[in-house]
């Protein structure tokens, strides 16, 4: 199924936030869209999985478009065999952080500023194949829809007249407003 809303709807989002992860950190192994865990999914670390933990209506504005604000969650997830792994997590976690910080992933009015930025231990697998994770969150207003485009018969130019010298035979006496 295939909806369009904001610049192409959350995938727009989703997808510029994918791009800016991996070239602001080109070490990463996968970005990805986050899943449950449980169908045995193989994860290649260092990895983000990028979650939209839930959207409540936002702010309306006036030029026709669906605010959402979204709860977005990144799961930054490392082996267990990454050296000083807890350590190492945290500054995974930090640097998405930074990261997300003021960022509109390219999209411009369509996304606003990220807002409650934090970042908290997430699941762990602390076998010899397993994993460490922490969670980067961040709350993102998304403007869904195009915005209206005002009608043709609108004026573009607008010039003013003072009374009684308007019309025709006045043309030179209006300004440009």
């Given at each position: 199924m295939k909806t369009q809303n904001v610049v192409d709807g959350l995938t727009a989002c989703h997808?510029?936030?994918?791009?800016?992860?991996k070239r602001q950190m080109p070490w990463l192994a996968t970005v990805d869209a986050y899943q449950p865990l449980g169908g045995g999914l193989?994860?290649?670390?260092?990895?983000?999985?990028?979650?939209?933990?839930?959207?409540?209506?936002?702010?309306?504005?006036t030029d026709g478009r669906t605010p959402v604000e979204v709860e977005f969650?990144?799961?930054?997830v490392l082996s267990v065999n990454t050296p000083r792994v807890?350590?190492?997590?945290r500054?995974?976690?930090?640097?998405?952080l930074q990261i997300v910080d003021g960022n509109r992933w390219g999209l411009g009015e369509s996304v606003e500023r990220p807002e409650a930025l934090s970042a908290y231990p997430g699941m762990f697998k602390p076998d010899d194949k397993g994993f460490?994770?922490?969670?980067?969150?961040?709350?993102?207003?998304?403007?869904?829809?195009r915005?209206?485009?005002?009608p043709d018969y609108l004026p573009i130019e607008v010039f003013m007249g003072e009374y009684p010298a308007v019309g025709a035979d006045h043309a030179d006496d209006y300004t440009q407003g």
């Amino acid at each position: 199924m295939k909806t369009q809303n904001v610049v192409d709807g959350l995938t727009a989002c989703h997808d510029a936030m994918v791009a800016e992860f991996k070239r602001q950190m080109p070490w990463l192994a996968t970005v990805d869209a986050y899943q449950p865990l449980g169908g045995g999914l193989a994860v290649t670390s260092p990895a983000i999985l990028i979650e939209a933990v839930e959207m409540h209506p936002g702010r309306r504005i006036t030029d026709g478009r669906t605010p959402v604000e979204v709860e977005f969650a990144a799961h930054c997830v490392l082996s267990v065999n990454t050296p000083r792994v807890a350590l190492e997590i945290r500054n995974f976690a930090a640097l998405v952080l930074q990261i997300v910080d003021g960022n509109r992933w390219g999209l411009g009015e369509s996304v606003e500023r990220p807002e409650a930025l934090s970042a908290y231990p997430g699941m762990f697998k602390p076998d010899d194949k397993g994993f460490e994770s922490w969670v980067a969150s961040w709350k993102q207003t998304i403007h869904l829809g195009r915005p209206e485009v005002p009608p043709d018969y609108l004026p573009i130019e607008v010039f003013m007249g003072e009374y009684p010298a308007v019309g025709a035979d006045h043309a030179d006496d209006y300004t440009q407003g």
